[in-house]
T-cell receptor
Framework: DTAVSQTPKYLVTQMGNDKSIKCEQN?????MYWYKQDSKKFLKIMFS???????INETVPNRFSPKSPDKAHLNLHINSLELGDSAVYFC?????????????FGEGSRLTVL | GQQVMQIPQYQHVQEGEDFTTYCNSS?????IQWYKQRPGGHPVFLIQ?????EVKKQKRLTFQFGEAKKNSSLHITATQTTDVGTYFC?????????FGAGTILRVKS
């Protein structure tokens, strides 16, 4: 069983389209995250939810909207996609915030905007 | 925002040579974590260091946390081709984990 699973793994779309990435964790963790990794491998946190509640919202454009229907799921919807949104998006989870140790990452969703 | 500085950015070594990546912070860290990301893969947790001067080993990997808790290093002895990937340090900043820029390791066999 995959602990943190994301879908889709690959997404190729045109500028201006809207797309969603889904994430689910079966670890029973309270906290989930979205990270963006650019072409230079830099990992930047975007959002964090603890038990369905938004706790971190980095300076991310409003076109990005996370949704957590329950603590096992964290989805990311992106409106009006731009070329600069091309990246690998990683979902991650941790037991109860970063202070409790390691993050468990999903396999990533590679988004290509043409 | 707070970010640890990680060097070098890239390292190409011959198989069997040693490799070290360093992370430095201008402020005292509560702890530091290390992750490895294989090419095409996702970051995988390696270790967390908490105590000043702490040294931990995992087979050929040695992790150190500085006495002042402002720097950390990961040393790999006698690299193998399976060591290729990007190694990240990460620090807690507020209630989030902030990653260094990573060191990309390539191993020539």
């Amino acid at each position: 069983d995959t602990a943190v699973s994301q879908t889709p793994k690959y997404l190729v779309t045109q500028m201006g389209n809207d797309k969603s990435i889904k994430c689910e964790q079966n670890l029973g963790h309270d906290t989930m995250y979205w990270y963006k990794q650019d072409s230079k491998k830099f990992l930047k946190i975007m959002f964090s939810y603890n038990n369905k509640e938004l706790i971190i919202n980095e300076t991310v454009p409003n076109r990005f909207s996370p949704k957590s229907p329950d603590k096992a799921h964290l989805n990311l919807h992106i409106n009006s996609l731009e070329l600069g949104d091309s990246a690998v998006y990683f979902c991650a989870s941790s037991p109860a915030g970063v202070n409790t140790g390691e993050l468990f990452f999903g396999e990533g969703s590679r988004l290509t905007v043409l | 925002g707070q970010q640890v500085m990680q060097i070098p950015q890239y390292q190409h070594v011959q198989e069997g040579e040693d490799f070290t990546t360093y992370c430095n912070s201008s402020t005292t860290l509560s702890n530091i974590q290390w992750y490895k990301q294989r090419p095409g893969g996702h970051p995988v947790f390696l270790i967390q260091l908490v105590k000043s001067g702490e040294v931990k080993k995992q087979k050929r990997l040695t992790f150190q946390f500085g006495e002042a808790k402002k720097n950390s290093s990961l040393h790999i002895t006698a690299t193998q081709t399976t060591d290729v990937g990007t190694y990240f340090c990460a620090e807690e900043y507020g209630n989030k984990l902030v990653f260094g820029a990573g060191t990309i390791l390539r191993v020539k066999s």
